[in-house]
């Protein structure tokens, strides 16, 4: 068949090809011939660029060249041998193989390798993946130099593999310890040229492999290498069966924000467009640069005479410019140590360099600040009291007290708990409802210079009688709505009793040092046994006091008491405005929509403490929060997406600060902080951000290594 072809022909100046070859690059209508545009631009007098687009399902990477070695030949006027086959030739070929007993034994090889469950590599991005995979992409060129290079020859020929393997595993282990996975799938195309006849042939023969590697931390490089070696090589003896036709027999979830099975490649190039000449006539390819990435990362190698080019692809909606130069570095990191020490195990091979290990270790944990760290939580509270005596302290439906009232009342419960015995390190249970009482009993508990367990009464039965008998507690605080939960053995003491406030108002001797027990919260504990944490006062002294700089505006800041006692998240809610202060106010622990929908309602708290399922109600709620009371949210416990965090401040028209805490209970309610950026943070999740003042936070691999930074970590 006769198909037209059109040469464009035009003239320009240099500076405007820039413009005039992107431009030229346009989508093809797959069922109109040809798949392919020719333009010639004349830039000089003796002086061209020939501008040839072609789809790729006509042609790879050796058809570009078989193309230009066609059309110099044929310019110096040397006519092409016939060829033996043409590609409908190789087409029909394909189609009948698929018919034999050699394709059903590679189908199965495939299926075998793939038969469990798939793993998805999850490297840390900069940016919230596309709902969408996007393809705007942009790429890095480096280089490693010819001594590193002849070594990694040198290596190869030692493990009896080639360059293309050990690049991969070492490609393999920079992804396993980005994503901080093992099970590792890495795409790579292949020739598909397998017989010598299709060699000559312009077309679409490239296949894609699929190879799939265990990058364990405790296996040797050189270990490592040899079953990379074998899954290449099997991938090659059954390279025929094609990518599209595997990713239909596993019949894949499809997500569309990526691409099936794999979304990273490595490839391994011996094409090189060269500069030829022919007479006083010179071809040489002109640096296009392109913007597109078909897969997340796609790491390509060319061999050259002065070592390896390397180039790494990478899709922009996923990763910035910095991110990749970084990924570049701790590759070529990874590649020195994997030289010099090839016996060495995964997990030994470290990619931080000496600047990020220092601003790791030093410089981002140089958190120290001045705190009260020789007083206890007690003397912070007496001294509050000092300076604002006749504010209200907490409030509870139309109960009030104020600073000096709650401080009385404080002092008389210590005393009758001092009279039983209670003393530093002492364990007194606390079993009640939300109510003034509540505050009292752990303030009283404190002051008497033993130290709370926080009881829910909402738990089981079991549970309740569990912690009372692994704390040893002989004291139990109650109030009349908890007082007959359970049989204690021991002594109960009902704080609605009235006399238990008839002794002395005035301030204790504080008999606590800083080291001192204050409370032993229960955590579920990962034996199935609920776990209790033991926290000493200088601990709750360092908390507070950063959390009052970080979270106090002034002394009318209003926190509402809501959550659970046995819940670290009301530490927060407690002691930051007693120390500050600020006002507690107390909510029944109804159900948690209910008492949200109340606090938001009432419009008298500033400051809320909440979990991201609390904050995620907010969002069904019918309320005016224009001008709402809330200034910030401090949202701990849980992941904080992002997502919520941009509608809750939309929801306030911008006018609230939302702070991400994290830190698990040993170490004392939060140990990091992040304050919610809407337009920086852009990622799934919000950060957990930095330590706190006087915090030290590492984040390492399973060998308590630490990673570098953009990678995972515990």
Request: aromatic residues 8%.
């Amino acid at each position: 068949d006769q198909v037209d072809v059109e040469i464009q022909y035009t003239k320009a100046q240099h500076h405007e090809l820039e413009r005039l070859v992107p431009a030229f690059i346009e989508p093809f209508d797959l069922s109109q011939a040809p798949l392919f545009r020719v333009k010639l631009i004349q830039t000089a007098l003796e002086k061209h660029l020939f501008v040839f687009d072609m789809h790729h399902i006509i042609s790879d990477g050796t058809s570009m060249n078989l193309l230009i070695q066609d059309f110099i030949q044929l310019y110096e006027g040397i006519d092409l041998p016939d060829l033996r086959i043409q590609y409908k030739d190789f087409a029909v070929w394909q189609n009948e193989m698929f018919a034999t007993k050699e394709m059903e034994k590679q189908k199965q090889y495939w299926l075998a390798q793939f038969s469990d469950e798939l793993p998805v590599l999850n490297l840390p991005t900069d940016y919230m993946r596309p709902s969408i995979q996007s393809f705007e992409g942009d790429h890095l060129h480096f280089k490693l130099d010819k001594m590193i290079t002849t070594k990694l020859g040198e290596l190869a020929k030692e493990t009896n593999t080639t360059l293309y393997m050990i690049l991969l595993a070492i490609y393999t282990i920079l992804l396993s310890k980005y994503a901080g996975q093992e099970d590792i799938i890495v795409g790579s195309p292949t020739a598909g040229r397998t017989h010598v006849d299709t060699e000559p042939v312009v077309g679409m023969f490239v296949n894609t492999l699929v190879i799939r590697n265990a990058a364990e931390a405790d296996k040797t490089f050189t270990s490592f290498l040899t079953e990379v070696k074998e899954n290449t090589l099997r991938a090659m003896e059954n390279e025929n069966y094609p990518l599209e036709d595997l990713l239909e027999s596993l019949n894949l979830t499809r997500d569309m924000s990526r691409n099936p099975l794999f979304s990273v490649m490595f490839n391994m190039l011996n094409i090189e467009m060269k500069e030829m000449k022919v007479d006083n006539l010179s071809f040489k390819p002109y640096p296009l640069e392109s913007h597109i990435s078909k897969f997340d990362l796609t790491l390509t190698v060319r061999e050259e005479s002065d070592g390896l080019l390397l180039n790494m692809e990478y899709c922009t909606k996923l990763f910035k410019q910095e991110t990749i130069e970084r990924m570049i570095t701790h590759l070529g990191l990874l590649t020195q140590q994997i030289i010099e020490k090839p016996e060495a195990t995964l997990g030994e091979f470290d990619m931080l360099m000496e600047q990020e290990k220092h601003q790791q270790l030093v410089e981002l944990n140089d958190t120290t600040v001045d705190y009260p760290k020789h007083k206890t939580m007690i003397q912070l509270l007496e001294e509050q009291v000092e300076k604002t005596p006749n504010h209200v302290a907490v409030e509870f439906e139309d109960q009030q007290l104020t600073y000096e009232e709650l401080n009385g009342q404080v002092n008389q419960l210590a005393r009758m708990l001092k009279n039983k015995g209670i003393g530093p390190d002492q364990l007194v249970a606390i079993m009640v409802e939300h109510s003034i009482e509540m505050v009292i009993g752990v303030l009283g508990i404190m002051k008497a210079g033993g130290a709370y367990v926080p009881i829910d009464p909402t738990y089981p039965t079991d549970r309740i009688l569990y912690m009372l008998e692994d704390t040893n507690c002989r004291l139990l605080l109650v109030t009349n709505e908890t007082n007959d939960i359970v049989q204690f053995t021991g002594e109960v003491m009902n704080l609605n009793d009235s006399n238990v406030y008839r002794g002395m108002t005035s301030n204790l001797e504080v008999i606590n040092q800083p080291n001192d027990l204050i409370y032993v919260i229960y955590t579920s504990g990962s034996t199935g046994k609920p776990k209790g944490v033991m926290i000493e006062h200088q601990g709750l002294v360092n908390y507070i006091w950063w959390a009052k700089q970080t979270y106090m505006g002034n002394d009318e800041e209003v926190l509402p008491l809501y959550s659970s006692l046995s819940f670290d998240l009301t530490v927060t809610s407690i002691y930051t405005p007693l120390i500050s202060g600020g006002k507690v106010l107390i909510y029944r622990n109804e159900q948690q929509e209910n008492v949200l929908y109340n606090i938001i309602k009432d419009n008298q708290s500033s400051v809320i403490k909440l979990t991201p399922s609390h904050l995620s109600l907010l969002k069904e709620m019918d309320l005016q929060l224009n001008s709402s009371s809330i200034k910030r949210f401090i949202v701990g416990g849980e992941e904080l997406k992002v997502s919520l965090a941009k509608k809750i401040k939309q929801m306030f028209d911008g006018n609230v600060e939302i702070y991400n805490e994290y830190g698990p209970t040993e170490t004392v309610v939060g140990c990091m902080i992040h304050r919610y950026d809407i337009e920086n943070d852009n990622k799934e999740s919000v950060p957990i951000g930095v330590p706190a003042h006087n915090t030290k936070i590492y984040i390492l691999d399973e060998r308590l290594n630490p990673v570098p930074f953009n990678t995972v970590g515990e």
